[in-house]
């Protein structure tokens, strides 16, 4: 129950409906137990003696409980349904809000699959257990304790005698729970691996296209599809084996009751009143208590339900607001980036060393600076710390001075732009896409980005054009259009700081440096971060630094670079080596310049 | 009004019912029919006899051995009935793990076979099906579509069959037993029929609603977790949850009337059977006093009415779920409609072993209708030849290896190997020999060895290495915590988009293709990355036909024919000397990427 009491927020303001709904069950069900005793007053009182005045009277009665009853459950059911869903209501947007807030770090291990099904399938468990389980759970102890209560006045030897039968159903139900948990378990990964291998196959149609190998694909999918079968004729088993054999122990007790009742009757001392009601009851109470193992079950997996959602809700959040977290002033920002001795490692990545190792960079207001290195060379963390993507682990990271660790993350982020390796378009117009975090954009703007970013002409053509919704759902656009669009909503806010982190990777070289030209245009006098690994797109920085495993092996302008052996005049000389003429011409006249600076 | 966000919604019309649709989803329990037959067989025979018979038995004990008429009680006729009873309820636990056993096993088998035609169909389809629709659509109709028709073929069908024999059953019995009581009691159905089918038309309809609605969460929420990074980067968290906060209202609104409506269902049904209880005691205690009837049959009533009402409750439900099964059917139809855009020929034959010529004869190409991709191209290359195709984006390059591979089909003219026309091979023959290395690589979850054998399903572990070795991807691998053995798969970051561009090249070369295409990619690569690949596309396309669509100047350089590409035509072509000694596009190109470095 600690689960439940930790989620307690987010019902208990509701706990009205929670009493309607434990309250209109409970009633619900005493109701029906009046049934059967009317039935014994009508055989005993009034068909047997032949005294039927009261015949109508009686009828009316059964009929108005009957109202009741349905009132009640009406109350029930309205109120459990109202709690179950304003609590979905509340935990959906608190799990929401908590996802806006957690940082990168938290996404860097987390996967898209399992947050989904957290926040549909486990708030769903939620919702049922606490709108409708809880209350059921109880009514079957409530419904054992009436029954059984009533019958035992009636006649507490024969409901001794039943009573017998409960251990052994009680038994029986727990057993079926048991035998069909793991089951169960093994359906949801049976499903798992199913959508996992049809996904694979359809993301990959051309690779298997390609190499015709459908025949081996529809072999890797039947496996699956069989296994799938297979535990679903498991879970049929157990239920085949269990379900019958708990009807047959209940109705067991019937004939029990029958038999020996009947003797009784026969015997004067039971009315077949008596006997008619008992009957009555006894089916009654059977019938919800093979659903008892159901009801367990649900408890159980509600409970794990809650422990996912808690899991989430309670994490922590690694970057966040300072409690004198300063707020930027627009026209004051400079964009002067300064990193001293700064250091990070991934804290939920201990088998990595650390990604970056006393980095330092003097970035002045209007400075154009380059990165360059390997995989894992540490560059993309060293600008994502500029963002409080993640937070500096040693060393102090200022803007304008002020360390960024003290400056609140919106108005921080909202002073920079950031062009993804990955480029996402969300699930709307390409204005939207690129006007995103400025909704109040005009036309012209918008447009003058796109032209910026050298998408005009594509959008153009599109049917739609910037009207095209895009994304997931929408019209498919290729790598090269999606990093324009990226770049387009970058360049839209004009920031004062730019990061292109490999943002021009899909993109052919003419295409890259007209962006290039564009950049420098709108970004004369604010500062541009660019990681990239064509030397055309770092040539021009005002200092290119060089990463490997976190540390800086070289820094310098282009110049300065060529001219030193290094992985920097290595990517140069690859990447130029068609035309040795240039390449050499290059470096001697960086060379010659170089001297003439020295001797001049 | 602001389009923050779009989800398409599927439409909220209820579909009449489509008789053809049932027909076809049926033709699919088709090969079970002797085991349906059976298990309704047993299930209406013994199931429903001995269901059936336990009111009668027990309006027996009553009236004939605890409380006859004349008063005196018959010890030993009650056990006798007692005993036919147990023999009831046991024949009653057989029948009914026989019938949940086999309805689940035939059901489970229905929904395997469809579920095997569709995949098996979607792998026949052709690049342009794939083309217009996102994954995700696709991975619903075979995964959430065919098992929203699982509770049908498990339980519905056979259930229904059950249930209708069930009424029919009491309906019969009640007549026999009492025929005024019966009758009488009759007269409730269709006060029953009416209203629970105008409520539950209305419950429906509102949960139509609420899918739709949740739909659009779902949609939300795989995108805005996908996206996360890009709206913590512009700060829009606010902004979302204000969105998301709009979103859930609404769902919520919709869920509570829906809930609602669907809580009154049970009440709404006690109530109307308050008229046929009222009928029942008054009329019956009736009867009983006019000594037309007695207490055993009254009691034997009571429980034949209160079994009366679940079935009908159950077949109500039943329909419900049927049209909700219908929509999903149809989805899984319109899949299984599609044509492949590349037919095989009926007597298509195998491709022979091919030398590797290739020609183009006046080919003429379009993704759409009006916007040619390709426009009358004729290309003649001699085996063993490696052809580079240049061009700006949108020029056609990929096109013309996509119509080689015959991933489409050309509009006009013949794409040839060797002579033969492609269409008139097959596409497993044609394909099997010729190797693509795709721009993404992509990546299937397994062991690296597994996927480089993914081009030569029966490699010895030793050719896999041979061929890791010549694209010099093998030092990587050895690198990797269980070298070639080291588990990966398409979304985990551990290998490099470098690294998985040596991978695809280990693919192609073990699969040892005539023709190699390569899509070069133009993705960012580290410079020690690059350096291998190099070096390892030599060796890839020796003693090859091969098509580079190409993107870097050193891979351009060394081909032995050079074709420039502009919007879908063949502008110039020869080999890297000849193309610089004349002006056009190709020098252009070439000075372009220079002037970039010094500009």
């Known amino acids: ?600 | 009004m602001s389009r923050q966000f779009v989800y398409q919604d599927d439409e909220l019309i209820e579909k009449p019912f489509n008789w053809k649709q049932i027909g076809r989803l049926f033709a699919f329990a088709k090969p079970y029919q002797t085991s349906i037959t059976r298990v309704v067989f047993v299930m209406t025979v013994f199931g429903m006899m001995s269901r059936l018979a336990i009111p009668f038995l027990m309006s027996m004990a009553i009236d004939r051995a605890i409380h006859p008429e004349d008063g005196k009680g018959s010890v030993s006729l009650l056990v006798t009935l007692v005993v036919i009873m147990l023999a009831m309820y046991g024949m009653r636990w057989w029948a009914q793990r026989y019938t949940i056993q086999q309805t689940n096993e035939i059901g489970q088998k229905v929904i395997f076979d469809l579920r095997a035609a569709l995949f098996k169909h979607i792998q026949s389809l052709s690049f342009r099906f794939f083309d217009k629709r996102p994954a995700g659509s696709v991975l619903v109709r075979v995964t959430n579509d065919v098992n929203s028709l699982q509770d049908m073929f498990t339980n519905g069908v056979i259930n229904s069959a059950i249930d209708i024999v069930q009424l029919v059953g009491i309906t019969i019995i009640l007549l026999v037993m009492e025929p005024k009581l019966g009758i009488a009691i009759m007269i409730t159905v269709p006060v029953m029929f009416l209203v629970s089918s105008a409520l539950r038309k209305k419950i429906r309809m509102a949960w139509q609603v609420v899918r739709i609605k949740q739909s659009r969460i779902n949609a939300h929420l795989n995108e805005s977790i996908q996206g996360i990074r890009v709206t913590q980067a512009f700060a829009q968290e606010k902004e979302n949850i204000g969105f998301f906060d709009r979103m859930n209202t609404s769902n919520i609104r919709s869920w509570n009337l829906a809930s609602a409506l669907n809580q009154l269902f049970g009440p709404v049904i006690e109530i109307t059977s308050a008229i046929g209880t009222l009928i029942l005691l008054l009329y019956g205690t009736y009867l009983i006093q006019s000594g037309v009837m007695t207490v055993g049959v009254l009691v034997a009533f009571i429980t034949y009415v209160g079994s009366f009402w679940e079935p009908i409750t159950r077949l109500g439900n039943m329909y419900s779920q049927l049209l909700i099964s219908m929509s999903s059917a149809e989805r899984i139809f319109e899949f299984m409609d599609e044509k492949p855009a590349v037919p095989e020929k009926e007597k298509a034959g195998k491709l022979p072993e091919l030398r590797g010529d290739v020609r183009l004869e006046n080919v003429t190409f379009g993704y759409e209708k009006d916007r040619p991709a390709l426009k009358g191209i004729d290309l003649d290359i001699k085996a063993g030849l490696s052809v580079a195709l240049v061009g700006h984006t949108g020029s056609g390059k990929s096109t013309i290896v996509n119509l080689l591979c015959r991933f489409y089909d050309t509009v006009e003219g013949r794409v040839l190997l060797d002579g033969i026309d492609v269409r008139d091979v097959t596409i497993e023959s044609l394909r099997s020999q010729i190797g693509i290395v795709l721009q993404d690589t992509f990546i299937f979850s397994g062991s690296i060895r597994d996927n480089i054998r993914y081009g030569r399903p029966g490699a010895s572990d030793a050719d896999v290495e041979a061929a890791a070795r010549s694209v010099r991807a093998h030092d990587f691998i050895a690198d990797l915590p269980n070298g070639y053995d080291t588990e990966v798969e398409e979304r985990g970051n551990a290998l490099s988009v470098g690294q998985r561009q040596l991978l695809s090249f280990a693919r192609a070369l073990l699969a040892n293709p005539r023709i190699l295409v390569l899509d070069e990619a133009t993705a960012s690569i580290d410079t020690e990355t690059e350096l291998r690949i190099q070096e390892a596309l030599a060796t890839l396309l020796q003693g090859r036909t091969s098509f580079i669509v190409a993107h870097r100047l050193s891979t351009i350089r060394h081909a032995d024919r050079i074709v420039v590409l502009d919007h879908g035509e063949i502008v110039d072509q020869g080999n890297h000397e000849e193309l610089m000694k004349r002006p056009g596009h190709y020098r252009n190109l070439v000075d372009a990427q220079y002037r970039f470095l010094s500009a």
């Not at chain 1, 051309?206 to 535990?231: C, G, H, L």
């Not at chain 1, 009654?284 to 996912?308: D, H």
Request: proline share 2%; with cysteine.
């Open chain 1, 1 to 600: 129950m600690d689960i439940f009491r930790a989620l307690k927020s987010y019902y208990w303001q509701d706990k009205g409906f929670l009493w309607g709904s434990v309250v209109g069950l409970a009633i619900a069900t005493a109701l029906g137990l009046v049934y059967p005793l009317l039935l014994r007053t009508l055989i005993d009182d009034m068909i047997i003696p032949s005294e039927y005045s009261g015949v109508l009277g009686l009828s009316l009665a059964a009929v108005g409980i009957i109202f009741v009853k349905a009132g009640f459950q009406y109350v029930h059911g309205f109120s459990g349904g109202r709690l179950g869903n304003r609590l979905a209501y509340r935990l959906r947007n608190g799990c929401y809000e908590k996802l806006q807030q957690l940082s990168f770090s938290y996404y860097d291990t987390a996967r898209t699959g399992d947050l989904m099904s957290r926040l549909t399938a486990d708030i769903e468990g939620i919702r049922n257990f606490i709108g409708f389980g809880f209350a059921q759970l109880l009514n079957t102890a409530f419904l054992l304790l009436f029954g059984f209560t009533m019958m035992f006045f009636i006649d507490w030897k024969l409901t001794l005698m039943i009573l017998a039968i409960i251990p052994v159903l009680g038994f029986v139900a727990i057993r079926f729970e048991q035998n069909i948990h793991p089951v169960f378990r093994s359906i949801r990964s049976a499903v798992g691996r199913l959508t996992v291998r049809v996904q694979e196959n359809i993301t990959g149609v051309r690779t298997v296209k390609s190499f015709a190998r459908e025949p081996f694909e529809i072999n890797k999918f039947v496996k699956e599809n069989t296994d799938y079968r297979d535990n679903h004729l498991q879970l049929a088993g157990v239920w085949a084996k269990y379900f019958p054999m708990i009807e047959f122990i209940a109705n067991l007790s019937v004939a029990a009751l029958l038999l020996v009742g009947g003797w009784r009757v026969i015997d004067n001392t039971l009315t077949l009143g008596d006997l008619v009601a008992l009957t009555g009851m006894l089916g009654l109470i059977v019938a919800p208590l093979w659903t008892l193992g159901f009801q367990i079950n649900n408890y159980t997996q509600s409970k794990a339900s809650g422990e996912r959602l808690l899991e989430l809700l309670n994490q922590p959040i690694a970057v966040k607001n300072n409690s004198k977290a300063l707020v930027l002033d627009n026209n004051e920002v400079k964009g002067h980036i300064r990193y001293e001795d700064v250091s990070f490692r991934y804290t939920n990545r201990d088998d990595l060393p650390s990604a970056l190792l006393g980095f330092n960079l003097n970035a002045p207001a209007g400075s154009v600076i380059g990165f360059l290195g390997g995989t894992g060379s540490g560059k993309s963390t060293a600008v994502g710390l500029l963002l409080r993507t993640y937070d500096v682990g040693e060393g102090s990271l200022t803007l304008d001075g002020i360390d960024v660790r003290h400056i609140e993350l919106a108005s921080l982020r909202s002073q920079t732009a950031i062009v993804f390796q990955e480029s996402f378009l969300f699930s709307t117009t390409i204005k939207e896409n690129i006007s995103y975090g400025f909704p109040n954009a005009t036309s012209e703007e918008i447009e003058e980005a796109a032209r910026l970013a050298q998408a005009e002409g594509f959008i153009r053509e599109l049917p739609l054009g910037y009207d095209t919704i895009v994304g997931e759902r929408g019209m498919g656009l290729s790598g090269g259009q999606k990093q324009r669009i990226a770049i387009a909503r970058a360049l839209l806010s004009k920031p004062k700081i730019l990061i292109l982190d490999d943002a021009t990777s899909a993109l052919d070289m003419e295409t890259e440096h007209e962006i290039q030209m564009a950049i420098r245009q709108v970004m004369a006098g604010r500062t541009v971060f660019m990681i990239a690994h064509r030397i055309s797109t770092l040539r021009r920085a005002d200092e290119i630094v060089v990463l490997e495993r976190g540390h800086t092996i070289q820094r310098g302008t282009h110049d300065k670079l060529v001219r030193q052996p290094g992985l920097y005049r290595e990517t140069y000389r690859i990447q130029y080596a068609d035309r040795p003429e240039e390449l050499d011409a290059q470096v001697d006249a960086s060379t010659k310049a170089s001297e003439r600076r020295v001797t001049g």
